[in-house]
Nanobody, 125 residues
Framework: QAQLVESGGRLVQVGGSLRLSCAASGMSFSTYSMAWFRQAPGKEREFVAAIDWLGERTWYTAAAKDRFTISRDNAENTVSLEMNSLEPEDTAVYSC??????????????????WGKGTHVTVSS
């Protein structure tokens, strides 16, 4: 059974950095484009970043573009999100998601095929 498991979320100070990881199992990882979403308390889930199945193209929201970096390792079946210059507004549950053979820039707004359960990130001032 396909599964995505996130890790790396924790409490971090404003301006700090954090690296989230998502480990995939039970799926042909290299056939899936991957994305990170987040849901802040009391808000709807929102798209953060995506990377295509080959790892050649990425796509970010305006809020993430200059501070976050998404990457993947198809040999290790993992996708990561490096987050820098964290702000209190980045506090959220971060989830990874997968969809087969979708261009990175199209991942926002598409229905994901597989979801992880999320990892909590809290940015404290």
């Amino acid at each position: 059974q396909a599964q995505l498991v996130e890790s790396g979320g924790r409490l971090v100070q404003v301006g700090g950095s954090l690296r989230l990881s998502c480990a995939a199992s039970g799926m042909s990882f290299s056939t899936y484009s991957m994305a990170w979403f987040r849901q802040a308390p009391g808000k709807e889930r929102e798209f953060v970043a995506a990377i295509d199945w080959l790892g050649e193209r990425t796509w970010y929201t305006a809020a993430a573009k200059d501070r976050f970096t998404i990457s993947r390792d198809n040999a290790e079946n993992t996708v990561s999100l490096e987050m820098n210059s964290l702000e209190p507004e980045d506090t959220a549950v971060y989830s990874c998601a997968a969809r087969t053979f979708t261009p990175a820039r199209a991942m926002d707004g598409m229905i994901m095929h597989i979801w992880g359960k999320g990892t909590h990130v809290t940015v404290s001032s």
